[in-house]
């Protein structure tokens, strides 16, 4: 980068004062990253007074967001005081007042949370293992050889769907639905997903009526270990109100889907633009487990969490007062050099490699993590089998969000062995 | 130099030697124990250093503190009993030697 460019990058020339790193755009065109650089360099704990989103707080260094995570005695979650986005959860005339557990203190979390963990816990995945596999070479034989495909659409998005109706045991000609409502759930009309908030309101609404049906058919069924059937048997989740039953259900859609995905379309970006690494990764396939929190890393699929500051409190020498919005930008967090060495390069064997934000840290910690490494190990294990390169032929297209960091096209050819 | 030894699931057994102060977790993760990841570091933020500390050791290893963040944690790894710790909650001092800490199954 010339001089030149430098100093007409708005990321360096904006005054402190007015940087507001909120605007989707910055995602979309991949160009947030050197406001984040500057604000771990010059102001790591940066206030915005004034945004689309009201006033907040960016954290951006690790050991900061690391603080504000593992004290939600201070920093809560609620939903009824904004929830964990940016964006708060219960503002505009259409909105739904779901009710989910990681928009929850505890004790309330705690209950709810263990109502439905079993369903992704290590001794349930090892019978998930080899459903997955399987599907995954079914996914990847489906596929043609040299031609352009869009990955996005024909691996990621396929193997994260059928993973989530698994575990939901979701009617398996209907699970396009799933894909459907996790996109519906996180879009704004500017995304073009859907034309208004009604719509999103009524599509919201159609995927608790479905939902309403398999629970009342698990209901009358005795236990099963899918995520349906364990709400339905606890005492902590069975007799949930109807909006807390669907927005429990949305965080579950969207904590499987639309997180994954773009983990698996930025780990073939990330190989492609990493040609030296993704010869080690050809070299030796053993190096699939440690490469895999690398990619989790890299990509960070959600850009962020919030807060909400129940008293008054201090991070990284600012004063945060009770009732302000303090955003951990996990994106950043990840690029922190004071954590991460040379956190600018994708590394498939770095060491420690699992020292990182993406899945956030405390009682929040993100639920599905080993779903997610799961799901991400055999897709590439199965991807090495079968093909000598997933070689990405044309420009990305991106998510336009704050807070889902992935992609909506991804065009590839396969190349054979 | 106190020796703690992680058993594996399977019956493996790992005795590490450690200096005086060191943390199980750290002692488990600078010698490749597998099983325990320690992702968050050994701040207590993440439960992936979950350990069975073996009945005849439990007074002397003591319990997650009720209501702290460690058994915060801990009430939502698969496998918590009344045994349960996080490693990284464990601080090996000359009193532990030959501490026996059991590894969950499938902490993978």
Redo the contacts between chains.
């Keep these: 980068m010339t001089t030149d460019t430098l100093t007409r990058d708005p990321a360096s020339t904006v005054p402190l004062s007015q940087m507001d790193v909120s605007d989707p755009k910055l995602f979309q065109s991949d160009t947030i990253g050197s406001y984040f650089t500057r604000l771990r360099r010059e102001d790591p704990v940066h206030y915005c007074p004034e945004s689309a989103y009201g006033p907040y707080w960016s954290v951006t260094k690790f050991n900061d967001i ?1 603080q504000v ?2 004290n939600h005695q201070t920093f809560s979650s609620e939903s009824k005081l904004g929830g964990i986005t940016l964006q708060d959860m219960q503002s505009g005339e259409a909105s739904l007042e779901l009710e989910m557990f990681i928009a929850m203190d ?1 004790p309330k979390h ?1 209950a709810q ?2 109502a439905v ?2 369903a992704v ?3 349930n ?2 019978l998930l293992e080899p459903i997955i596999r399987e599907r995954a070479g079914f996914i990847l034989d489906s596929l043609p050889v040299g031609e352009e495909i869009d990955w996005v659409d024909r691996v990621s998005i396929e193997l994260t769907t059928m993973t989530l109706a698994t575990l939901f045991d979701f009617p398996w000609e209907e699970r396009r639905k799933l894909t459907r409502w996790s996109d519906v759930a996180t879009a704004t009309p500017e995304t073009g997903v859907v034309s208004s908030f009604e719509q999103r309101r009524e599509e919201l609404l159609d995927c608790a009526q479905y939902f309403k049906g398999l629970w009342d058919k698990r209901a009358n069924e005795p236990p099963k270990p899918d995520l349906i059937s364990m709400m339905v048997h606890s005492p902590a989740t069975r007799d949930m109100p109807y909006l807390e039953f669907l927005g429990n259900l949305i965080l579950l859609i969207v904590g499987g889907n639309d997180t994954t995905r773009n983990s698996i379309s930025g780990g073939v970006l990330a190989l492609n633009q990493n040609p030296a690494e993704y010869r080690k990764l050809m070299a030796d396939p053993g190096l699939i487990p440690k490469m895999i929190p690398e990619i989790i890393r890299w990509q960070t699929p959600l850009t962020h969490m919030r807060r909400t500051a129940l008293m008054d409190a201090e991070i990284g020498g600012k004063k945060i007062r009770k009732g302000d919005k303090v955003v951990m930008w996990y994106l950043s967090g990840n690029r922190d050099d004071e954590v991460i060495d040379r956190p600018n390069e994708f590394i498939i064997d770095r060491p420690n490699s ?2 990182h934000l993406s ?1 956030g ?3 929040h ?1 993100c ?1 599905g993590n ?1 779903v997610a490494e799961l799901q991400l190990r055999i897709i590439w294990e199965e991807i090495l089998k079968r093909f000598s390169k997933v070689e990405v032929v044309g420009a990305p297209e991106r998510t336009l969000s704050n807070f889902i960091r992935g992609f909506t096209r991804l065009p590839v050819k396969l190349r054979g062995h | 130099m106190p020796t703690v030894i992680f058993i594996e699931p399977d019956g493996a057994e790992y005795p590490i030697a450690v200096k005086s102060g060191t943390t199980a977790r750290d002692a488990a993760v600078n010698n490749g124990v597998p099983g325990i990841d320690g992702d968050c570091g050994g701040e207590c933020a993440c439960a992936t250093c979950h350990v069975h500390v073996d009945a005849a050791w439990m007074s002397r290893a003591g319990m997650a503190e009720p209501g702290g963040m460690e058994a915060n944690l801990l009430q939502f790894a698969e496998g918590s009993t009344e045994n349960s710790r996080l490693a990284c909650q464990i601080t090996m001092t000359d009193d532990l030697d030959g501490l026996m800490l059991r590894i969950p199954d499938g902490q993978h």
């Design positions: 690391m995570e593992v505890p705690d949370r263990k963990s079993p816990a290590p001794s995945l090892v699992r020292h899945f840290f405390g009682v910690r639920m080993r």
